[in-house]
Every structure is written in C-alpha cells, then in structure tokens.
C-alpha cells in the first residue's frame, strides 16, 4: 500500500536544475542587453558589455539544450561524460556573468 520511490541522487536531478537555471539565465542577458542598449544609446557612448551579454547568453543557449538532450535520453543509456560537460559549461558560462557584470559596471561608472 505504501509504496515508496527511490531517492533520486544528485546525478540525475543535476540536469533539470541547469536546464532550468540556464534558460532563466538566457532571459536575463537579453533583459539586461535591452538595458544596456537604452542606456549606451542615451548617454551615445558604445561599449562591448552587451557583445559580451549576447555571447554569454549563446553559452547559457548551449547548455540549456544539451540539458534537455541529456533529460530525453535519460531513459535509454544515461551520458555521464555529456552530463559532466553539461555541469562545466553551466559554471563557465556563470563565472562569465560575474565577469560581464564587474565588466559593466566599472565601463559604466569610469568613463
């Protein structure tokens, strides 16, 4: 009557947390490219923080799709080297956020 699942381990729950944390990530570049252009175009100064947003936004992309790959063929041979590229890419493409971010805001506030 009681039937209980089997823990999930961290291994197999790891993609659907980047799946879903890239794809939020790929929105907030794009909101935060949208405000960076308003702001270069009202103060008519160009910088390469939105270019940097745009490519970070490509890596956030590509791994958001890998995870999904990764989620679909789950049931027929798990990947786990995919699985490992999968987890590197998102960390790469979040210590790139950090660095976009320090990026700006130091373009922004010397000039």
């Known amino acids: 009557m009681n039937e209980s699942k089997p823990p999930v381990s961290l ?13 939020a990530m790929v929105g907030v570049c794009i909101t935060v490219i949208g405000i960076f252009q308003v702001v270069s175009t ?10 940097f947003l745009a490519i970070n936004a490509i890596l956030y992309l590509i791994t958001t799709l890998l995870s999904y790959w ?4 789950r049931q027929l041979n798990r990947n786990h080297l ?7 890419l998102f960390l790469i493409a979040l210590t790139c956020t950090t660095g976009i971010a320090g990026f700006i805001t ?5 000039k």
């Open 82 to 88: 995919l699985e490992k590229v999968i987890d590197g």
């Open 106 to 110: 130091w373009t922004i506030t010397l």
């Open 70 to 73: 990764a989620l679909r063929t």
């Open 11 to 23: 291994n197999e729950d790891i993609c659907v947390h980047i799946f879903t944390a890239s794809a």
């Open 42 to 51: 009202l103060r008519s100064e160009d910088s390469l923080g939105d270019d």
